[in-house]
């Protein structure tokens, strides 16, 4: 069941596809009070109960005990004190011995989740803005909430099934030579790569929608020579287009009144990597037209996939506020007492990003001039859906490859996203397998983590355990920052090894595409907490480190430095799977219960259910080159039993479930251990 309640006179946000009369209140489990514009909701806890949900958020899967807000950010230090990242995903799950309910905000303004951070027994949920629809739903379980949220909000996005291939990243890259060169060295030495993303160092000066001509050939030849080695290009597009006349996307942008306004009715600029920068009005229908159209050039030059940046929207300064910092720098100059230069660093410190500039200009929404930060989590959810609305008009035949920076509930329908400027910390391998499945509790199932951290120099043993984790995420891309350590993969002694785990992720590709595709065809979850499969269990359900995989596998991976193994919890009776490479695999059958798993540097598990198999194909160095007809099937059984292989062209964007599902029928008789029920059982469709 799904109830709505309205509070003032919401924006249209794009997030909801459901329509549902408005209910008066009260607000169910819920007291109600107002202050000024804010709206607060108010709800004490039980001791037992636990919240999931937020999405991309900092610390725990249960979210419990801690202070966030839905405020998205340019934020590149990602510690647990952060009460806001990139996105705002405004979907929060009440699960106790005595509830079951969730709710969602719709309300693209600054929200406060103080989700028992004064008080412990206490939640209280701020509302800003005060204008906003709350939507509860109630269902008899876990999953049917996640089901519901999705009825209510739309159909996860699809990926082309190339995209889940592995993508080589790094700013720097340059020019030509230093691409061909990374291919080269993947082919090489046979280390599967499908994908090599651009970032900004492809742009003349940093400027959108431009080419490098001095150290690139034009585009279309070099997709196409990259296609011949079964690459994809897959370039960086950001949100602010230069102030620069003559500069195509500024002068049409110009002439179509498409940039966001000061009150004076002027344009709002503030610097971002290409200098003083415009930003387009992407709340009105016509400007996300005009700006998606300039995605076309590139399409028509055969980019088949775009990540999108700096959409929160981040800004360096504004014109403004840089003259305001230079003022209290020459009011302090000459003090030389100890507080004024405390002063002085916050002066600098607080150019970018600030509050004041995102309350200082103006979108139109709903028909009406509104301040931006009362719209302002919109502002990159609206960048992804102009880029998708375009491809769906230039491309309509096929899927076109999307994540994006910044996001809001709706942005979750247009493309995926990664989860922003990680660092190589360990804390960061534990953080990303904690925001997996609240990502996909709000319905971005395409997502991922800079694999070796982006920030940061990373470690030959940190990189190892950060792609064994990526081995599973759908986006597995490898991505590093200008000025720090070199990493990819042929650059270190461990290489083969690392070569290794990325024949695993593609001989495990077919199985894993099929898993993501019934999951996200059927409004399910690719990534659960335990807790979703196990709800009676108190210790799976406060299980941090372990999470559930499509519809019978769990993954538990290392996230300790200098750790040779790790404790992991069984909800029930489960086979390990300890991976080396597609052909070096122990199986081993577990009770349910506490066992410590011995993991070498090169080895990671993976936990299967009872009668659901794992299926491996042989392996190639592209998806194109995997035989998806040919597989090993990893089980272990007591029955006979069968399971639903999803398989299709990984192109049509509108395909069905039914349609391309081979039932397999498995059973115990083909064991390779006599009497044990664990099997290696060959397969040919």
């Not at 200082?360 to 509104?370: C, I, K, N, T, V």
Request: proline share 6%; hydrophobic share 40%.
């Amino acid at each position: 069941m799904i109830r709505k309640f309205t509070f003032g006179t919401p924006v249209t946000t794009d997030a909801v596809v459901l329509s549902l009369p408005a209910e008066t209140e009260p607000v169910p489990f819920f007291s109600v009070s107002r202050s000024g514009e804010q709206v607060t909701l108010t709800r004490k806890m039980a001791d037992e109960d636990c919240l999931f949900g937020l999405g991309e958020s900092v610390r725990g899967i249960n979210k419990r005990g801690n202070l966030y807000r839905s405020w998205n950010s340019d934020i590149f230090n990602h510690t647990e004190s952060v009460d806001s990242l990139y996105a705002s995903h405004n979907f929060l799950v009440f699960f106790g011995p005595d509830c079951l309910f969730g709710i969602y905000l719709d309300d693209p303004g600054r929200i406060t989740w103080d989700l028992g951070f004064t008080r412990m027994d206490t939640a209280v949920i701020t509302s800003e803005n005060g204008q906003l629809d709350l939507y509860l739903l109630e269902e008899s379980s876990l999953t049917e909430l996640a089901r519901a949220f999705r009825r209510l909000t739309g159909r996860s996005y699809l990926p082309p099934r190339w995209a889940f291939g592995y993508i080589q990243s790094r700013w720097g890259y340059a020019g030509e030579d230093e691409f061909r060169a990374v291919v080269e060295e993947h082919r090489k030495r046979g280390i599967p790569l499908d994908a090599v993303c651009l970032d900004i160092d492809y742009m003349e000066d940093y400027k959108n929608f431009t080419w490098r001509k001095d150290t690139f050939p034009p585009l279309d030849q070099f997709t196409g020579s990259m296609r011949q080695e079964h690459i994809r290009l897959i370039p960086i597009i950001d949100a602010g287009i230069l102030c620069q006349e003559g500069y195509p996307p500024y002068d049409s942008g110009k002439a179509g009144n498409c940039f966001c306004k000061k009150e004076d009715g002027s344009d709002f600029t503030a610097a971002v990597w290409p200098g003083f920068c415009v930003f387009p009005d992407l709340l009105r229908e016509e400007v996300r037209r005009w700006f998606g159209d300039l995605y076309r050039p590139l399409l028509e030059a055969g980019v088949e996939g775009f990540w999108n940046d700096m959409n929160e929207p981040a800004l360096f300064y504004t014109p403004e506020r840089l003259e305001e910092a230079f003022r209290r720098a020459e009011e302090i100059r000459g003090s030389g007492d100890y507080e004024s230069l405390w002063f002085l660093k916050d002066a600098f410190n607080s150019l970018p990003n600030n509050p004041e500039d995102y309350r200082s200009f103006y979108q139109e929404a709903d028909g009406r001039l509104m301040r931006h930060d009362k719209v302002h989590n919109l502002y990159g959810a609206s960048m992804t859906r102009a880029a998708a609305e375009a491809f769906r008009r230039i491309v309509p035949e096929k899927r076109v490859l999307l994540f994006s920076r910044s996001s809001f509930v709706g942005a979750h329908r247009n493309g995926g996203i990664w989860t922003g400027d990680n660092f190589s910390w360990w804390s960061h391998l534990k953080l990303v397998l904690q925001m997996l499945p609240n990502l996909n509790l709000c319905g971005f199932l395409f997502s991922g983590c800079d694999l070796g951290g982006f920030g940061c120099n990373t470690t030959e043993d940190l990189l190892a355990r950060f792609l064994q984790i990526g081995v599973f995420t759908p986006l597995m891309r490898n991505h590093s920052a200008l000025h720090t350590r070199d990493q990819e993969i042929f650059r270190f002694s461990a290489w083969e090894q690392m070569k290794e785990t990325l024949r695993v992720r593609y001989a495990l590709l077919p199985f894993l595409y099929s898993e993501f595709m019934k999951a996200a065809l059927s409004d399910g979850m690719y990534f659960r907490p335990l807790a979703f499969d196990y709800p009676e269990d108190r210790r799976a359900v406060h299980t941090e480190d372990q999470l559930m995989l499509g519809e019978g596998c769990m993954i538990a991976p290392v996230l300790e430095q200098n750790a040779s193994g790790r404790f992991v919890y069984l909800p029930e009776d489960m086979l390990l799977i300890r991976f080396r490479s597609p052909e070096d695999y122990d199986l081993v059958p577990l009770e349910k219960g506490d066992h410590y798993i011995d993991l070498s540097l090169r080895e990671f598990p993976l936990f299967v259910k009872r009668n659901h198999p794992v299926l491996l194909c042989p392996g190639g160095e592209y998806t194109e080159a995997l035989d998806d007809h040919t597989f090993t099937a990893l089980y272990w059984a007591d029955r006979t039993f069968s399971f639903d292989l999803y398989r299709d062209d990984g192109q049509d964007p509108d395909p069905g479930l039914d349609s391309h599902l081979t039932r397999l029928s498995l059973s115990p008789d083909a064991s390779a251990g006599p009497g044990s029920g664990v099997a290696i059982s060959p397969l040919v469709l």
